[in-house]
């Protein structure tokens, strides 16, 4: 890892007859703040400012910058283990190179068909179809989702129904089901809730009152080739991993061996640091017919998209207004910046009590800078809590361009109103994203045999 060395940097700053760092930071061009962030040990310096840096003392990157060895101990290993112990929270190793598989190359040798459920706006199913499946149905219960949907897809077979009531007359009953056995996916993000009996054993009956439990009631009938369910990060250490870790217990029962990984949507083609838990299985029988399957997630393609990739010749679109109030002390941040660049009268104003309260929350007005990824969207653009300004005008973004940073297509519509629209945006799997994670399950598919 490197890091910018402040000695080093005390002598070019010498040389160059700058004084304090706040005169430092005014020929840069940022605020003091943002000059302190930079010079964090715990800093990427392979950015704008780093650059705008080197150009101000007039020397190179490397002239200011040191190595810092990361020697592994053992230690947080060690705590980790620890805190599975008590929670019995499954081991992750995100950083494990044979859990991944080059992707970009794979091409489905037959369409796949795919049912999904919880289908929202359609990003997860739109990048599936990317993929190479073929939807035979979608479910979602809101009507104005279901209209996003149709909309884009006519042809999409959308049942606008309560799972619950799905599962209680059964799924065949609303669109023609392959055999038991023989649908290829069966996909779908059910929101995160914690399980009344969870911790006792009782398999899928833990899961009673809750919309994952409907989720595994089709898996269970239907006995799909594989599954995918994708959620929020949260899921990991909701209820200190038991709601997780009984997901994974349900699945294991119902005839699946199961995986999953925290996956960055950066990472595919997404210009936003969102991160998703992405679960995958492949049914038992399978894996036993088909010596040497196994599922690997999709391998990272190496780079990063900035806003300014992401929105390029976007086209014009409704969006929503701060109001003057808010614009007037938004206009005093700088791309990249958040509360802590305004003025101190002005931030203490703005905070209220939570100036005091210490913390970070650096989603408190911020603004978005054009030389990295989107912080991850919300379901409305304009919240005190979570500020999404945009880099260069002080307005929050589009509904265009809240779509492209989600990587839908330009031709998608969001058939309702506009707060609607970034709701079913904000809610979304990124398009691209979802792409990845059906084309390693192509992958899988591609290899079977019977």
């Known amino acids: 890892m490197y890091f910018l060395n402040k000695e080093k940097i005390r002598l070019h700053m010498k040389k160059n007859g700058i004084a304090t760092q706040k005169e430092l930071a005014e020929r840069i061009g940022i605020s003091k703040n943002q000059l302190s962030m930079l010079l964090s040990p715990h800093y990427n310096p392979i950015k704008s400012n780093a650059m705008k840096l080197c150009e101000t003392l007039n020397v190179r990157l490397e002239d200011i910058m040191s190595e810092q060895l990361e ?49 929202g706006a359609g990003g997860l199913a739109l990048g599936l179809e990317y993929a190479g499946f073929e939807c035979i149905g979608l479910n979602e219960f809101d009507k104005y989702a279901c209209q996003t949907l149709r909309k884009n897809r006519p042809n999409w077979n959308i049942i606008e129904e309560d799972i619950q009531k799905i599962t209680e007359v059964g799924i065949e009953n609303y669109l ?11 996909s779908g993000g059910y929101p995160c809730q914690a399980f009344s009996y969870a911790g006792k054993k009782a398999g899928l009956q833990d899961a009673r009152g809750t919309l994952f439990y409907h989720y595994a009631k ?49 990472d595919y083609d997404v210009a936003q640091k969102r991160e998703r838990i992405v679960i995958v299985g492949i049914r038992n029988d399978i894996i036993n017919r088909n010596k040497g399957i196994e599922y690997k997630f999709p391998k990272p393609y190496g780079y990063v998209l900035t806003l ?3 929105l390029k010749d976007v086209p014009k679109s409704d969006g929503a207004k701060y109001p003057e109030s808010k614009r007037k002390v938004l206009d005093l941040v700088p791309p990249g910046g958040y509360w802590r660049d305004l003025p101190e009268d002005i931030a203490k104003e703005y905070m209220g009590k939570s100036y005091y309260s210490g913390g970070g929350r650096t989603g408190r007005a911020r603004r978005l800078s054009w030389d990295e990824p989107s912080l991850t969207l919300t379901c409305s653009p304009a ?23 989600q990587s839908f297509p330009d031709d998608w519509e969001f058939d ?21 994670v059906g084309l390693s399950i192509v992958n899988v598919l591609n290899q079977l045999t019977i």
Not at 391 to 399: H, L, Q, S, V
Not at 417 to 432: E, R, T
Request: with cysteine; hydrophobic share 35%.
């Open 383 to 405: 919240q005190k809590q979570t500020e999404r300004c945009h880099p260069d005008e002080t307005r929050p973004f589009t509904i265009r361009e809240y779509a492209r940073i």
């Open 416 to 436: 309702c109103s506009m707060n609607n629209a970034y709701k079913q945006i904000g809610n979304a799997v990124p398009v691209n994203m979802a792409k990845a």
């Open 71 to 119: 020697l592994d101990l053992g230690l947080e290993q060690e705590k980790n283990s620890n805190i599975l112990k008590k929670t019995g929270k499954p081991a992750n190793k995100n950083d494990d190179p044979n859990d991944f598989v080059e992707i970009r190359n794979v091409k489905a040798k037959r369409k796949y068909t795919c049912l999904e459920l919880f289908a």
């Open 176 to 186: 023609e089901v392959p055999p038991v056995g023989e649908l290829d996916l069966l």
């Open 218 to 266: 089709i898996l269970d009938s239907l006995k799909p080739k594989m599954f995918l369910a994708e959620n929020v990060r949260g899921l990991v250490n909701h209820d200190g991993g038991k709601t997780l870790q009984t997901m994974l217990d349900v699945f294991s029962e119902v005839g699946y061996k199961v995986k999953w990984k925290v996956l960055k949507a950066q």
């Open 308 to 310: 300014r990739d992401a």
